[in-house]
């Protein structure tokens, strides 16, 4: 019983904090994210296993995560209040061309950041080319950059 | 259901729910405070073995010392003092706290444990200022009260709350 309590436990606290923490999925991962992933993947694994090695329990705590992610994953879908909390929404970061600084501010992106996504993902050159740049729930930034009718 | 169609605005067909996003983020803002706060609160003890989770209790004859809180099953002291020597120095700790925890150590080792119903009676020989040192792991969650007496002092009443 106690290895079901806490894998519902872990998956709870990294569930609140990491929606907490403001950051969405893993599309813009950073060196420093990935080292916080492995840091807390090697501290959390040992609190869900506990002293409890065998594999019996791993098989517990494995399908008690998979049944877990269904049922939120289930719940996102069915209620858009719920996919808001466990996914959270779109942002338009750049909307026909117009920058929301506050919005860039509060999500911690830079401009250099847009740009860089504009010139990886649409070859864009200059911020004036951009029509709209969208944080999306997974982090990433998508761009749509002018065309001829918006110049 | 696939769910309902976004609306679209300036062109982009998109549902920002800006009103859910807004009071998420007064609620990030909230919850960053209380976050920011926990690794302190840590380092002061409110989670064991920090700066001021350490207690004293007692009266002339026996002093204990213990952690105001544990966390489940990592080792935790209750060291007890005793300022008369008696040969044997009796310690009897209350079942209603002991039996929350394993005994794992008990330094130096107990010339004598005796079982009665509602405690464990430990005798030792001590000198005055010795102490005896209990090394428990807590296996229950929660409040754990109790009573550490020594022979001929009264009884010295601890508390530990223990974390998941």
Known sequence: MEPVFRAIGCYLLLLI???LSGKRGLAQITIFDLILLLLISQTVGQALIGDDSSLTTAAVITVTL??????SDTAAHRW?????????????????????????????????????TARLE???????QIKHAILERSGAISIIPKDDDDR | ??????????????????????????????????????????????FGGGLFS????????????????GRRSVDTQLEVTVARAR?????????????????????????????HAD??????????????????????????????TVAGSRPVRVHQFVYP
Not at chain 1, 66 to 71: D, E, G, L, P
Not at chain 2, 6 to 11: D, E, I, K, Y
Not at chain 2, 119 to 141: E, H, I, N, Q, Y
């Open chain 1, 17 to 19: 904090v990491v929606r």
């Open chain 1, 122 to 128: 649409e070859g864009v050159e200059r911020l004036d």
């Open chain 1, 66 to 71: 998979v049944v877990i992610n269904r049922a």
């Open chain 2, 87 to 115: 040969r044997p120095v009796a310690v009897s700790v209350s079942r209603a706290f002991l039996d929350g925890y394993d005994v794992s150590e008990v330094r130096p080792p107990a010339e004598r444990v005796t079982a």
């Open chain 2, 54 to 69: 350490q207690t004293t209790a007692g009266s002339a004859g026996a002093t204990v010392s213990y952690e105001r809180f």
């Open chain 2, 119 to 148: 405690r464990l009676v430990f005798d030792f020989t001590a000198l005055a200022g010795a102490s005896v040192s209990f090394t428990l792991t807590p296996k229950r969650l929660g409040s754990g009260r109790g009573t550490v």
């Open chain 2, 1 to 46: 259901m696939p769910g309902p169609e976004p609306p679209v605005t300036n062109g982009l067909q998109i549902d920002q729910s800006l009103e859910f996003q807004r009071r998420f983020r007064r609620v990030q803002k909230l919850a960053w405070r209380v976050l920011a706060l926990l690794p302190v609160a840590a380092v002061a003890g409110l």
């Open chain 1, 80 to 116: 858009a209040d719920i996919s808001h909390v466990l996914e959270d929404a779109p942002l338009v970061l750049i909307e026909n061309g117009h920058v929301l600084d506050e919005r860039l501010t509060h999500m911690k992106i830079r401009l250099d950041d847009v740009l860089e």
